[in-house]
């Protein structure tokens, strides 16, 4: 069966520092890879997806960026994070259907 | 106006009620439809999806999707306090060359004892 990992849990960074989160897939193959940002109280904002290896799609413009070094890894990055990145960070994967499955979540507090 | 609307609550029901939570969407394109739970602090959690309009049933819930009013609805019958989390309701469409998921903003349930 297939699985989705996130981490880390929580992160607590100071506004101007780099940001890191990974997300990992196990169990398929070449699936599509999502990052969402749920802001509390709001519902999912799709940050990035990616159909491929290195292949990213971004839907807002912002201070992140996102990258897919391998088929089931993918990263989302920020230079310097600014205090409206806080939010609750979610990956996601779906195979050849609309479905998509979500990991546990990244829950970042920038201060 | 957004694509789709949900109803943030908070519902508040006792157990063993039935519960009816309801989104409509505008987009007319919207093929795929879903339900997702989500706990305090997790990943939200595929419940039901559906293609066609009508009825699904799954246990204690049922997703129903009428197309012609742009609406659907999830049904817990027999609630239990273990129901207790917000409720996503998701939509797909054909965009940019993946089929996008649009969310509602989510209703937050609470079943007491």
């Known amino acids: 069966s297939q699985t989705i990992h996130q981490w880390p849990a929580t992160l607590v960074q100071p506004v101007g520092s780099p940001l890191s989160l990974e997300c990992t897939v196990e169990?398929?193959?070449?699936?599509?890879l999502y990052w969402y940002r749920q802001a509390a109280g709001r519902g999912l904002q799709l940050l990035f997806y990616?159909?491929?290896?290195?292949?990213i799609s971004s839907e807002v413009p912002q201070n992140l960026s996102a990258s897919r070094p391998q088929d089931r890894q993918f990263i989302l990055s920020s230079k310097k994070l600014l205090l409206s990145d806080s939010g609750f960070y979610l990956c996601?994967?779906?195979?050849?259907?609309?479905?998509?499955?979500f990991g546990p979540g990244t829950r970042l507090t920038v201060t | 106006q957004k694509e789709v609307e949900q109803d943030p609550g908070p519902l508040s029901v006792p157990e063993g009620a039935i519960v009816s939570l309801n989104c409509t969407y505008s987009?007319?394109?919207?093929?795929?439809f879903m339900w997702y739970r989500q706990y305090s602090r997790k990943g939200p959690e595929l419940l039901m999806y559906?293609?066609?309009?009508g009825n699904k049933e799954d246990g204690r819930f049922t997703a129903q999707v009428d197309k012609s009013s742009k609406y659907i609805s999830l049904f817990i019958r027999d609630s239990q306090p273990s129901d207790s989390a917000t409720y996503l309701c998701?939509?797909?469409?054909?965009?940019?060359?993946?089929?996008?998921?649009?969310f509602g903003a989510g209703t937050r349930l609470a079943v007491h004892p």
């Open positions: 996601a994967w779906s195979g050849g259907t609309d479905e998509q499955y």
């Open positions: 169990g398929t193959s070449n699936p599509n």
């Open positions: 990616s159909v491929g290896i290195g292949q």
């Open positions: 987009n007319s394109a919207f093929q795929y």
């Open positions: 559906t293609y066609s309009s």
């Open positions: 998701a939509m797909s469409a054909f965009s940019g060359g993946y089929n996008k998921l649009i």
